[in-house]
């Protein structure tokens, strides 16, 4: 049995930034209730109230905070890496990789199995194809994007790490000035597949200052947060960037599929926001009942992002199994029942956290971490030879996976419908298949014995 969030948070060491993890957790919350904000659901189909009610889209500007969650990440991974390269004889980047994949892999691939055979069923069965259905079949996938590109970044945090350690600032301006340069070639000169580079340059950047952080270095956050806020408004008022920031239905330009300028802009107002904020939430975290809170989120923070659509669909088939009619989205009778639905998507939500949850919990170590000095003296850093070149090679299938599952969504498994993943058709099956693949190269890169990661 693992240790009760009770334990955990009275064995929290008093130089742990609680911060963080407050900020990872509240950067998930607030991206499930604003996915359960947007999906309206009609007779027609899914929608996205934001395309429905387009000022809304202002909302945008609060709601899309998975910048703050990629850069917490950063600021853990820049801590992880050096804690293991400290204790750690030889190579560790197999090691890092495979530690913090696990916690965040087993989860997902559960909910894909789950959901595949799900899928499956409905379509041998013959459904599958009606409005709802087909829809929550893409839909219910979509969010996974946000989890290849944190394998990516996982992967990259070695080499970026050392930039950092040489450069500071300028490694971030950098990828900075490479993602700006990217939309000037892709609206500026038309360079075709050019925009798919910034799945890379713009969230990267935003990690990178998850670094900058680990080292103390962002030290005026409110000059980077009117920054980057005056540089949004900026690029959305004149530029050719929408004002919505995240994807809406028929764009012809969108900030997040690719990532824009303008997103990394955003990003940067929000670093900056947050860290204006640390010192009073600091001071709230102190308080013994708060912080077992932010710890038992944190435990099961992952399961509840990867099943919250799930939940609120089921709160939607509900109202319509029970012969119900389905309010017209944005009318007055739809914001009434809003508080409804989160009620009730709430508590699907934590019915499927309780009954998945401990896919998410790490695996009880078993002996001295993998690629650790066990006191022989035989070096364990020369028996995983080649594991670091392997834990690459399936991290990279994993992402690819699981990035290719998000854009085909699981409504054609059968009929080999396909979706264009960085400019390379790819259907649902081979994505699962790739995804699955890498974790188990991943899994071999090193021996059974686990790695713990604290940060």
């Avoid at 709601?63 to 804690?83: K, N, T």
């Avoid at 350690?165 to 900075?176: D, H, K, N, S, V």
């Avoid at 000169?189 to 962002?218: C, K, M, S, T």
Wanted: with cysteine; charged share 10%; net charge positive.
């Amino acid at each position: 049995m693992g240790a009760t969030a009770s334990e955990i948070a009275a064995a929290t060491p008093a130089a742990r930034d609680r911060y963080v993890d407050l900020l990872r957790v509240a950067s998930l919350g607030t991206v499930i209730a604003g996915h359960w904000l947007m999906a309206a659901v009609s007779g027609d189909g899914i929608g996205n109230l934001l395309a429905i009610v387009e000022p809304l889209q202002v909302l945008t500007w609060g709601l899309q905070v998975m910048p703050v969650f990629f850069f917490v990440g950063g600021f853990s991974h820049a801590l992880s890496y050096r804690s293991l390269a400290r204790r750690t004889e030889g190579p560790v980047y197999a090691a890092f990789l495979r530690a913090r994949l696990r916690r965040l892999l087993r989860p997902t691939l559960v909910f894909v199995a789950v959901w595949t055979g799900f899928a499956l069923t409905v379509q041998l069965l013959g459904g599958g194809g009606g409005r709802l259905s087909g829809a929550a079949l893409r839909l219910v996938t979509q969010p996974l994007w946000f989890i290849g590109i944190y394998l990516a970044m996982v992967a990259f945090t070695p080499p970026l790490l050392r930039l950092h350690q040489r450069w500071g600032w300028g490694a971030f301006g950098a990828l900075a000035g490479a993602a700006a340069l990217v939309d000037l070639l892709r609206f500026a000169g038309g360079v075709p597949y050019v925009e798919f580079l910034n799945f890379a340059f713009v969230w990267l950047a935003v990690h990178q200052l998850g670094f900058l952080r680990a080292d103390g270095r962002i030290r005026r956050p409110g000059a980077l947060a009117a920054a980057g806020l005056a540089g949004a408004v900026a690029l959305v008022a004149y530029g050719p960037y929408p004002l919505s920031m995240v994807g809406m239905p028929g764009e012809k330009v969108s900030n997040m599929a690719p990532p824009t300028l303008a997103l990394l802009a955003h990003g940067i107002w929000l670093v900056g926001a947050v860290e204006l904020l640390k010192a009073p939430a600091t001071a709230w975290l102190a308080r013994p009942r708060v912080w077992r809170r932010v710890v038992a989120a944190n435990g099961v923070a992952m399961t509840a992002f990867l099943w919250h659509l799930t939940a609120m669909l089921a709160v939607y088939a509900a109202q319509l199994g029970l012969g119900l009619r389905l309010p017209e989205p944005a009318g007055a009778l739809w914001w009434a029942q809003v508080p409804v639905r989160f009620a009730a998507a709430a508590a699907l939500t934590g019915a499927l956290v309780a009954l998945f949850r401990r896919f998410e919990a790490p695996a009880a170590s078993s002996g001295p971490a993998a690629g650790t000095s066990s006191g022989t003296g035989r070096g364990p850093g020369r028996a995983a030879t080649g594991s670091g070149p392997r834990a690459a090679l399936g991290t990279a299938l994993c992402l690819l996976g699981i990035l290719g599952l998000s854009s085909t969504g699981l409504g054609g498994l059968l009929h080999g419908h396909s979706a264009t993943l960085i400019a390379v058709p790819v259907t649902a099956p081979a994505a699962i298949a790739m995804a699955l693949g890498g974790w188990l190269l991943v899994e071999r890169s090193g021996t059974s014995r686990t790695v713990r990661l604290g940060s």
